[in-house]
C-alpha cells in the first residue's frame, strides 16, 4: 500500500516536471516569434515615400510590383517572395503590403508568463512618478505630431478633404444664419408678441448668452467624446429648437427656445475648425481653413435671401383665433433650421478625427479612418493601386484613472459617476490651457479675441441702428403739424400717417375703418366721436378729454391714452393681442434685408485674399496688417451721415475685417495641441460672445446721441488687438501639435 503511495506520488511529480518543461519551451518558442516578427515590423517605414510624381513608384529590390524599400527585400527573400498587394495572397499567412497587422509589441511575448519580468514591470509602470508619466506622454505627442504630417502627407489631399468641407461648411454655416434670425425677425415679432423695450432687447442678445455656453460646453466636451460626436450633439439641439421656436407663442417659450438653439450651435466653430484641421497636413492647412471661413458668409446671405424672400410676405400666415397665430416670419425661421438639418444629415456618414482616436490610444480606429482618407483621394486621382504604406502610427499614453462601478451598481449611479468623472476631465483640460506652458498665449488670445470681437459685434450692430436713425430723423423732417383746427360731422375712412394735431375740437366726427400710423394729438377734445375698426402704430393721445365716444373693435388700448379724460365714453370688443401688419413697414424691411445681405456679401473679396495669402505672408502678418487697416477705417465712420454713405463704410469695414477673423481661427487652431485644441478655441469662442454682448450694448446707447464714442473705441480696441496679436508666435511652416 506504502509502495503503491510512493509511485503515484513519483508519478504526479514526473508529470508536473513535464509540464513546467513544454511551457518554458512553449515561452521561449512565443518569444522568439515575437521578436522575429518585431524585427520585420522594424525595417518598414512610415514616412512618406519619395516618389517623382504621383504615377511611379521606385521598386527597389522588389521584381513582382509591390513597393516595400529595399532595406525589407531580405525579408521578402527569406519568406518565399510573397506576392504584392495588387496580386493577392499566394499562401493563407502571407500578409499585403500597408495591409493592417496590429500594434506590434515588442514585449507581449517576453515575460509574459506570470511572475516574469513583464508583471513586475506593469507593478513599476503603475506606481510611476506623475511628472515621468506627464513627460514621457508630452514625448509621445510630439513623436505623434511629426509622423501625424508625414501620414497626412502621404495620403493628400483630394475628395476626402473636399466632401468634408463641404459638411463643415453647412456646419458653419448654420452658426452664420443663427447671428441674423433674431435681428429680422425682431421687427415682427415685437408686434406678434407685444414686446417692450426691454424684452426686445433681452431676445436680441439672448442668442450670443447662448452661444457663449455653446462654446465652452461644447469645445470642452469634443476634446473628451471626440469631434464628430460633440458636433451632431450641437446641431442636433440647435436643429430642435430652432424648430420649436417657430411653432410656440408665447414671449418667454420663444425666448427659452432660441437660448437652446445658440447653446446647440454655440459649438460649431471651435468644433468645425479644429475638427477639420486634423484632416490637413502643413501646407494645406492656412489656406483651406479660410476657404472654410466663406461658408459663415454665405449663412449670413441665406438668412438675409430668406428674409427678403419670406417675411414680407403676410399673407403666408394662418391663425387659429387669437389664441394661435402662425405669421410669415415664423416660416422663415423653420427654414433658417434647414442647414443645421443638412449638416447633421451629411456628418452622419463622416468619420471621427483620427487624431482624436490617436491621441486617446485608439491606434485601430484612427489607422482605419487614415487609410480610408488614403483610399479614397488615390481613388479619385485615378491610381487605385496605390495601397497605405503604414502599418503602426505612435499612440499617446493615456493619463485618466479608470472608475470601476462594478455590475452591482445601479445604472443611475453609473451614469452619475461617468459624468462626475467627465466633468473633472473638462475641468482638468480647461484649467491645463492656463498652466505655465500655455499661460501667456492663452491670456494674449483672450486679449485679441476680446478686443476684436468688442469692436467687430459693436459696430455691424451700430451700423443698422445708425441707418434707422437716419430713416427715422428723416421721417420727422417730413411731419405735418395741424393746430388749433375744428372738424364737425366728418367721416375719416382713409390712411392717417406722420401727423401732429394740437388743441383741434372734433364734433360727430366718425373714423371708420383706417389704420393711423406715427399719429399724435395733443390737448384735443373729442365729443361724441365714433371710432370702428382702428388699427394703429405709433399713434398716442396726449392730455385729450373724450365726451360721450364709443370705440368699438379699435386696438386703442390704455397705454395710448397718455393723461386724457374719458367722460362717458365706452370701449366694446377691443382687438385682442397685438396685430401685424407689414405693409406699414414693407420698404423698410427691404432696406434691412438689402443692407445685411450686401455687408455680408462685402466679406466675399477679403475671404478671397485671406485665403490666398494665408501661407503665403503668415498669420500673423495677416492678422495684425488686417486690424490696423480696420482701425483707420473706423475714423471713416465720421463721415457716414447718408444711408448710402453708413451702407458703404459698413461693407469696407466689413470686407478688410474679415481676414483678421480667419487669420485668428487658423492661429488659435495651431497654438494648441491636439487634447486641448477644442477647449481652448471654445473657451476663447465663449469670452467673444460675451465681449460681443458688452459691445453691442455699449455702441447701442450711443445711436442718435454722439458718433465719437463708438469711433474711438472700435479704434482703440482694434489698435490694442493688433498690437498684441505681434506677440503671439508664428505658426506657419508648423506641424499641428
Same mark, same amino acid.
Given at each position: 500500500m506504502e509502495d503503491g503511495y510512493q509511485n503515484r506520488t513519483a508519478f504526479i511529480k514526473g508529470a508536473k516536471d513535464i509540464a513546467k518543461?513544454?511551457?518554458?519551451?512553449?515561452?521561449?518558442?512565443?518569444?522568439?516569434?515575437?521578436?522575429?516578427?518585431?524585427?520585420?515590423?522594424s525595417k518598414r517605414s512610415y514616412s512618406r515615400f519619395e516618389e517623382d510624381d504621383d504615377d511611379d513608384y521606385p521598386m527597389q529590390g522588389s521584381q513582382d510590383g509591390g513597393y516595400y524599400r529595399g532595406d525589407s527585400q531580405a525579408a521578402n527573400d527569406d519568406e518565399g517572395g510573397h506576392s504584392d498587394s495588387t496580386e493577392g495572397h499566394d499562401e493563407d499567412d502571407e500578409i499585403y503590403e500597408g495591409e493592417y497587422q496590429g500594434i506590434p509589441r515588442a514585449e507581449s511575448g517576453k515575460g509574459s508568463l506570470a511572475g516574469g519580468p513583464g508583471s513586475v514591470g506593469a507593478a513599476a509602470q503603475q506606481f510611476r512618478d506623475i511628472g515621468v508619466s506627464e513627460a514621457e506622454r508630452r514625448k509621445d505627442q510630439e513623436e505623434l505630431a511629426q509622423q501625424y504630417e508625414t501620414i497626412l502627407q502621404e495620403c493628400g489631399h483630394g475628395k476626402f478633404q473636399w466632401t468634408l468641407y463641404f459638411v463643415l461648411g453647412m456646419a458653419l454655416m448654420a452658426d452664420g444664419v443663427e447671428i441674423f434670425v433674431v435681428g429680422f425677425v425682431l421687427p415682427s415679432a415685437e408686434k406678434d408678441m407685444c414686446l417692450s423695450e426691454p424684452n426686445k432687447s433681452m431676445l436680441g442678445l439672448i442668442v450670443y448668452f447662448g452661444m457663449m455656453v455653446g462654446a465652452f460646453l461644447w469645445g470642452a466636451l469634443a476634446d473628451r467624446i471626440g469631434r464628430r460626436q460633440s458636433l451632431l450633439i450641437s446641431l442636433s439641439i440647435n436643429s430642435i429648437f430652432s424648430f420649436f421656436s417657430s411653432f410656440v407663442q408665447g414671449y418667454s417659450t420663444f425666448l427659452f427656445c432660441r437660448l437652446l438653439s445658440g447653446v446647440g450651435i454655440g459649438g460649431s466653430i471651435p468644433i468645425v475648425f479644429s475638427y477639420y484641421s486634423e484632416f490637413l497636413s502643413q501646407e494645406k492647412r492656412g489656406e483651406h481653413l479660410s476657404w472654410l471661413c466663406m461658408f459663415w458668409m454665405i449663412g449670413g446671405i441665406y438668412a438675409s435671401a430668406m428674409a427678403w424672400a419670406i417675411i414680407p410676405h403676410y399673407g403666408w400666415s394662418f391663425q387659429m383665433g387669437s389664441a394661435y397665430q402662425f405669421h410669415s416670419w415664423r416660416v422663415f425661421v423653420l427654414v433658417c433650421a434647414f442647414p443645421s438639418v443638412a449638416a447633421i444629415a451629411a456628418l452622419s456618414a463622416m468619420p471621427e478625427s483620427p487624431r482624436f482616436y490617436l491621441e486617446n490610444g485608439k491606434h485601430d480606429e484612427g489607422w482605419m479612418i487614415l487609410k480610408q482618407v488614403h483610399d479614397t483621394n488615390m481613388r479619385a486621382k485615378g491610381h487605385p493601386e496605390k495601397v497605405f504604406s503604414v502599418t503602426t502610427i505612435k499612440t499617446?499614453?493615456?493619463?485618466?484613472?479608470?472608475?470601476?462601478?462594478?455590475?452591482?451598481?445601479?445604472?443611475?449611479?453609473?451614469?452619475?459617476?461617468?459624468?462626475?468623472?467627465?466633468?473633472?476631465?473638462?475641468?482638468?483640460?480647461?484649467?491645463?490651457?492656463?498652466?505655465?506652458?500655455?499661460?501667456?498665449?492663452? &491670456?494674449?488670445?483672450?486679449?485679441?479675441? &476680446? /478686443?476684436?470681437?468688442?469692436?467687430?459685434?459693436?459696430?455691424?450692430?451700430?451700423?443698422?441702428?445708425?441707418?434707422?436713425?437716419?430713416?427715422?430723423?428723416?421721417?420727422?423732417?417730413?411731419?405735418?403739424?395741424?393746430?388749433?383746427?375744428?372738424?364737425?360731422?366728418?367721416? =375719416?375712412?382713409? /390712411?392717417l400717417e406722420n401727423q401732429v394735431h394740437r388743441q383741434g375740437h372734433y364734433f360727430n366726427d366718425k373714423f371708420l375703418n383706417l389704420k393711423m400710423k406715427s399719429m399724435v394729438f395733443e390737448d384735443s377734445v373729442f365729443e361724441e366721436c365714433y371710432f370702428e375698426d382702428i388699427t394703429s402704430t405709433h399713434t398716442f393721445f396726449r392730455n385729450c378729454t373724450f365726451i360721450a365716444s364709443l370705440?368699438?373693435?379699435? %386696438?386703442?388700448?390704455?397705454?395710448?391714452?397718455?393723461?386724457?379724460?374719458?367722460?362717458?365714453?365706452?370701449?366694446?370688443?377691443?382687438?385682442?393681442?397685438?396685430?401685424?401688419?407689414?405693409? %406699414?413697414?414693407?420698404?423698410?424691411?427691404?432696406?434691412?434685408?438689402?443692407?445685411?445681405?450686401?455687408?455680408? @456679401?462685402?466679406?466675399?473679396?477679403?475671404?478671397?485674399?485671406?485665403?490666398?495669402?494665408?501661407?503665403?505672408?503668415?498669420?500673423?502678418?495677416?492678422?495684425?496688417?488686417?486690424?490696423?487697416?480696420?482701425?483707420?477705417?473706423?475714423? =471713416?465712420?465720421?463721415?457716414?451721415?447718408?444711408?448710402?454713405?453708413?451702407?458703404?463704410?459698413?461693407?469696407?469695414?466689413?470686407?478688410?475685417?474679415?481676414?483678421s477673423w480667419?487669420?485668428?481661427?487658423?492661429?488659435?487652431?495651431? @497654438?494648441?495641441?491636439?487634447?486641448?485644441?477644442?477647449?481652448? =478655441?471654445?473657451?476663447?469662442?465663449?469670452?467673444?460672445? @460675451?465681449?460681443?454682448?458688452?459691445?453691442?450694448?455699449? &455702441?447701442?446707447? &450711443?445711436?442718435?446721441? /454722439?458718433?465719437?464714442?463708438?469711433?474711438?473705441?472700435?479704434?482703440?480696441?482694434?489698435?490694442?488687438?493688433?498690437f498684441l496679436a505681434t506677440k503671439l508666435p508664428e505658426t506657419r511652416g508648423q506641424v499641428l501639435q
Open positions: 518543461e513544454v511551457k518554458r519551451q512553449a515561452s521561449k518558442k512565443v518569444g522568439r516569434s515575437v521578436d522575429r516578427m518585431t524585427d520585420e515590423y499617446v499614453k493615456q493619463m485618466d484613472e479608470l472608475v470601476d462601478t462594478g455590475t452591482d451598481t445601479p445604472v443611475w449611479q453609473r451614469y452619475r459617476l461617468k459624468i462626475m468623472s467627465l466633468s473633472q476631465q473638462m475641468r482638468n483640460n480647461i484649467l491645463a490651457c492656463f498652466s505655465p506652458e500655455y499661460k501667456r498665449t492663452t &491670456f494674449m488670445l483672450m486679449a485679441v479675441w &476680446f /478686443t476684436m470681437s468688442f469692436s467687430y459685434y459693436g459696430l455691424t450692430v451700430w451700423f443698422p441702428d445708425m441707418i434707422k436713425y437716419i430713416q427715422k430723423q428723416e421721417y420727422e423732417s417730413r411731419t405735418k403739424t395741424f393746430t388749433k383746427e375744428r372738424v364737425d360731422h366728418i367721416t =375719416f375712412n382713409f /390712411t370705440f368699438y373693435n379699435t %386696438d386703442l388700448f390704455k397705454y395710448r391714452f397718455v393723461n386724457c379724460k374719458l367722460v362717458n365714453s365706452t370701449f366694446l370688443h377691443n382687438k385682442e393681442g397685438c396685430i401685424l401688419d407689414f405693409s %406699414d413697414d414693407f420698404n423698410n424691411a427691404y432696406m434691412i434685408y438689402f443692407v445685411n445681405f450686401l455687408g455680408t @456679401l462685402a466679406v466675399l473679396p477679403g475671404n478671397i485674399v485671406s485665403a490666398l495669402l494665408m501661407d503665403k505672408i503668415g498669420r500673423l502678418r495677416m492678422l495684425a496688417g488686417s486690424s490696423v487697416i480696420s482701425c483707420v477705417s473706423c475714423f =471713416f465712420l465720421m463721415f457716414g451721415n447718408s444711408e448710402s454713405g453708413m451702407i458703404a463704410l459698413l461693407c469696407l469695414f466689413g470686407g478688410i475685417s474679415i481676414a480667419n487669420a485668428l481661427d487658423v492661429i488659435t487652431v495651431e @497654438l494648441y495641441p491636439s487634447d486641448k485644441r477644442t477647449t481652448a =478655441f471654445g473657451f476663447l469662442n465663449a469670452l467673444c460672445k @460675451l465681449a460681443a454682448v458688452l459691445g453691442i450694448s455699449i &455702441f447701442q446707447s &450711443f445711436v442718435g446721441i /454722439t458718433k465719437a464714442v463708438p469711433i474711438l473705441f472700435a479704434a482703440g480696441a482694434l489698435a490694442a488687438g493688433s
